[in-house]
């Protein structure tokens, strides 16, 4: 047996790369029904579905919420799982929800 693989980037970081992603593919859409544009629309979304996948991941590393199936839920699924733990029920089906820029700016402050 081999050694276990080694993590090479964090969670956080992966939100965030994948975020990147997801904002600058947004900013080449052009809405022409091209086939670049329709593949640009689809990588769009999938970068947004993995930035959500990672941050789900994340939430469950820091709470200690053990998935067995983890590895073979998508990112919907995932937090549909953490709507059932009590104290994120409130805060994933209740809240506002705030804009990128408004994450950032948290993310920036907290750097600092």
Not at 27 to 50: A, G, P
Request: glycine content about 2%; aromatic content about 8%.
């Amino acid at each position: 047996m081999g050694a276990e693989p080694q993590k090479l980037v964090d969670s956080k970081e992966l939100i965030n790369l994948y975020l990147d992603i997801s904002e600058e593919i947004f900013s080449k859409l052009t809405f022409d029904k091209s086939n670049l544009d329709i593949t640009n629309r689809f990588l769009f979304f999938l970068s947004l579905e993995k930035s959500f996948d990672c941050l789900a991941d994340s939430i469950l590393n820091q709470m200690g919420i053990d998935l067995p199936d983890a590895e073979s839920l998508n990112a919907k699924a995932k937090w549909n799982k953490l709507a059932l733990e009590p104290s994120l029920k409130n805060i994933i089906f209740k809240e506002q929800p705030v804009s990128y820029t408004h994450l950032r700016a948290h993310e920036t402050k907290a750097n600092l």
